[in-house]
């Protein structure tokens, strides 16, 4: 080959791929971050183990040994004492559990039917709407406190179930922002092609769009559960007699049991066990969503 020849590129390693970024970490830097992350999960998995083991002791275990000991003996004295009729605890899980099946079914069903709107419809004032309406997510909820507690007793609803269900139940701010992201980014050409089979805007949200949004929806199920099983102030001012939720229910128990944490710790548990079993049942989903949010 003589010196003016030209030396044309290797097309193979033209097109072959960038070798990705090696991982300079050391060995310290990584069992320093585990040991950061164990120490994170250590800090808030504590009270809960706390409040689990104290509710298995009895009244007479917890005054006579240290908070933080075992069990000398494990004993349901505890539960069987908050599920008896003294305490009524029974009808407070049954109040807050269909609190939360009205809030999810109608919350999450609005929420989907207006981001679909917002993300996919075209009708005048579209986007201003849309923003006027996410705008409210910076008003505190503390200053509707007031002007809902009169709207709801000039209604007769202070006391009642709807009176705690009513001003929270449709579409929120929060999960309207999120399924409109998720909606919008869909790809177009799979919701023309609903269209040209002849699909209308609703049957192309329930065939087409919903079941590809599977794991948002599942996270955005799981967010609302979560925050109505938690919700403590509005139903303390609104329903402070009856019907009481599960978190008013143990708030008024710390009053009337001072001396006896163990009661309270068994009610806290009792309030605990529902949502550690619906993260267990939707983890896939919740990871998933995690994820899809993610590469976004």
């Known amino acids: 080959m003589s010196s003016s020849e030209t030396v044309l ?3 193979v390693s033209a097109r072959r791929p960038r070798a990705r970024a090696v991982d300079r970490r050391g060995p310290l830097a990584t069992v320093g971050i585990y040991l950061g ?15 689990f083991v104290t509710a298995f002791k009895s009244p007479q275990d917890f005054a006579s040994h240290s908070p933080l000991s075992l069990p000398t003996t494990w004993t349901l004295e505890s539960f069987e004492e908050v599920l008896n009729g003294r305490i009524a605890m029974i009808a407070s899980i049954g109040t807050t559990l269909a609190m939360v099946v009205v ?3 109608v919350q999450v069903s609005s929420s989907v039917l207006a981001a679909y709107a917002f993300a996919r419809l075209r009708f005048p004032g579209r986007d201003a709407i849309f923003w006027l309406f996410l ?9 509707l406190v007031i002007p809902l507690y009169l709207m709801m007793s000039k209604a007769g609803l ?5 009176g705690l269900v009513i001003p929270f139940m449709l579409a929120s701010p929060y999960a309207v922002f999120l399924l ?10 799979l919701i023309d092609a609903a269209r040209v089979d002849g699909a209308g ?5 329930l065939q087409i769009v919903l079941p590809i949004s599977r794991p948002i929806l599942a996270t955005l199920t799981l967010i609302t559960v979560v925050s109505q099983w938690n919700s403590f102030m509005w139903p303390r001012i609104i329903a402070n007699q009856d019907p009481k939720v599960i978190t008013v229910a143990t708030a008024a128990m710390q009053s009337q049991y001072t001396s006896n944490w163990t009661y309270v ?3 806290t548990t009792l309030a605990l066990v529902p949502l550690i079993i619906l993260f267990v049942l939707f983890q896939k989903q919740i990871v998933a969503s995690i994820v899809l949010t993610g590469l976004k």
């Open 9 to 11: 590129p290797n097309p």
């Open 158 to 162: 202070a006391n009642t179930f709807w």
């Open 103 to 105: 809030m999810v079914l």
């Open 180 to 189: 409109r992201e998720n909606f919008k980014a869909i790809p177009q050409e």
């Open 37 to 51: 992350l164990g120490l994170a999960a250590a800090i808030m998995v504590l009270p809960f183990a706390f409040s």
């Open 135 to 143: 705008s409210t997510m910076m008003i505190p909820s503390t200053v």
């Open 201 to 205: 805007s609703l049957r192309t949200l």
């Open 265 to 267: 710790m068994a009610a």
